[in-house]
């Protein structure tokens, strides 16, 4: 059985025992870079994750609390102040972000400025990259030795659990074979479907019907309109691996602040789709040239 002291954040004052509050997390942009890069490159993938991640920050404030239950003093109106974060700390996020960005860049790592999160690391020929989401850490490099020594270099600092093979990552299936790298969220799909209850539904061939009219609907209004926030903000994640749930998404996005009856059930269709194509997902080849292709609509 594992016991934790906890903080009571919300009697924290903004200015007095916190300033930031939030710590960089990975672009999801990025974090497909990162993976088609590794892909074409051949490289290995390893994923990490800080033990006890709020622990580990130092913290820049002064901030007391009560004694803990079971400890006694002679004094009632002593205080304890803490100069590590713990769990229930507004600023724990921010302070772990501090610490580890500070530990990468001793070592060597230079921060990427289109995203706070990635580090590099280049030394002759030797190179490495890292991503950082919270506390779940994603490695790749071309020498495996390097690799290993940075491992240990981050254990001896951090806590760190290996976790070796990068398999889950975010809610992301990630699978690997000669073919290249690939990505589904099969989990997370079976999820949304059982929560609305579809798992034994007819499934569908498209998201959308062809020539809808979902902007004319004219149903009644929901009585609770934070499910269908939430179904549509859980989708939305979904389209990291199921692009072709763009459109039918951005339409019914347009909706968040009122929607009707119709609309839930034009999401549901979408959920009707998704039951017909689990598995599917995106492929990062190990053949890709990385060059990049864009397109344009000439009108």
Known sequence: MEARLVIRGDGQVKGFDYNETFAPVAKMTSVRTFLAVAAAKGRALHQMDVHNAFLRGELEEEVYMTMPPGFYTSNPHNVCRLHKSLYGLKQTSSQL???LSSKLLEYGFVRSYTDYSLFTYKKDSKFMALLVYVDDLVLTG???????SFKQ?????FYIKDLRALKYFLGIEVARNSQGLFLCQQKYALDIIEECGLLGSKPVESPMELNHKVAMATGAPLHDATQYRRLIGRLIYLTITCPELSYALHILSQFMQDPKEDHLEVARRVIRYLKGQLGQGILFRSDFDLQITTYCDSD
Not at 142 to 148: R, V
Not at 153 to 157: A, Q
């Open 97 to 99: 972000f501090a610490e």
């Open 142 to 148: 071309n020498d495996s030795s390097l690799c290993a």
């Open 153 to 157: 270099y981050l254990n001896e600092c």
